[in-house]
């Protein structure tokens, strides 16, 4: 029998874009978790977080709904595992890896697509993995594959790469190959960046640790329980020990294309417990 402050069904969650609109819907009912994106598809998942069924919305292709299940069902469900699951996406550059992490449009996909054209390989566009190990955290190679804007993919990787999932929300899933390099295993991370806004009229690195990288990578991680305090505790502390353990920095520079070699090199060159503005960096105009 259910208990009165238990009804059959419990809203618990919703994201809103930049622009007000509803994103997602996250609901507890008798059967399990629904997860609601309105438009394009609903979710039901069971306690252990196997989807128990699909619904498909008019005009949502059997690809996008693919794409959306791979790219925020499946993270919400490994935070369900107790998986530390972020909005980032990464490269692996020699034998390490980078992360790029930020809200949805900060360019974290296009910063790793101009590494995996250029100096590295791609081991995650968003939802990124990362497993405790030895004292640090490694990352997981996702699906090899990067969701791109169509300006974002004609200057990266040019017209007429094939991809999946653009027709619902703008962005194309785009195979590697061709052009971009995947990593097929998994790469200790070295350094993580949070993106900013692009507002900044420099390329800018600067240290981002304690209480103010706890919260942001809070704000930046998948949770799907996140009215079950067990849950949230666990998940907090699995990122105190990423921030105790990870060189974390927050990265901002102008959105444009001709700036991403001046951008990769000054990652590339980045060292920590270096103040000044990084060497190579253009100065302000």
């Not at 498909?56 to 791979?70: Q, S």
């Not at 971009?180 to 350094?191: E, F, G, M």
């Amino acid at each position: 029998m259910l208990t009165p402050d238990k009804p059959p069904t419990t809203s618990f969650q919703k994201w809103i874009r930049p622009n007000g609109e509803p994103w997602a819907r996250f609901v507890r009912t008798r059967s399990g978790t629904r997860l609601q994106f309105p438009g394009r598809a609903e979710f039901l998942l069971s306690e252990t977080g196997q989807v128990l069924s699909r619904r498909t919305f008019p005009g949502v292709t059997a690809e996008e709904v693919r794409d959306l299940e791979r790219s925020q069902v499946l993270p919400l469900v490994l935070s369900r595992h107790e998986k530390l699951v972020l909005h980032a996406s990464a490269v692996a550059v020699g034998g390490g890896a980078i992360a790029f992490a930020g809200a949805s449009g900060r360019g974290k996909s296009t910063l790793a697509t101009s590494f995996a054209t250029s100096d590295g390989r791609l081991l995650s566009d968003d939802g990124l993995v990362a497993e405790p190990r030895s004292g640090g955290f490694e990352l997981l190679p996702t699906h090899p594959s990067v969701r791109l804007w169509a300006d974002s993919q004609e200057a990266l990787v040019g017209p007429g790469r094939t991809g999946i999932g653009g027709a619902a929300h703008g962005k194309a899933r785009i195979p590697a190959g061709n052009g971009i390099a995947y990593c097929k295993v998994s790469r200790p991370l070295r350094r993580l960046y949070v993106l900013g806004d692009g507002t900044s009229r420099d390329i800018v690195i600067e240290d981002l640790a304690g209480c103010d990288a706890l919260v942001e990578l809070m704000r930046l991680s998948f949770l799907l329980d996140v009215d079950r305090p067990a849950a949230v505790a666990a998940h907090f502390d699995r990122l105190s020990s990423f921030v105790r353990t990870t060189g974390l920095y927050r990265l901002d520079f102008p959105r444009r294309y001709e700036l991403l070699p001046a951008v990769r090199r000054i990652i590339l060159q980045h060292r920590p417990n270096v103040p000044s503005r990084p060497r190579g960096a253009p100065a302000p105009s």
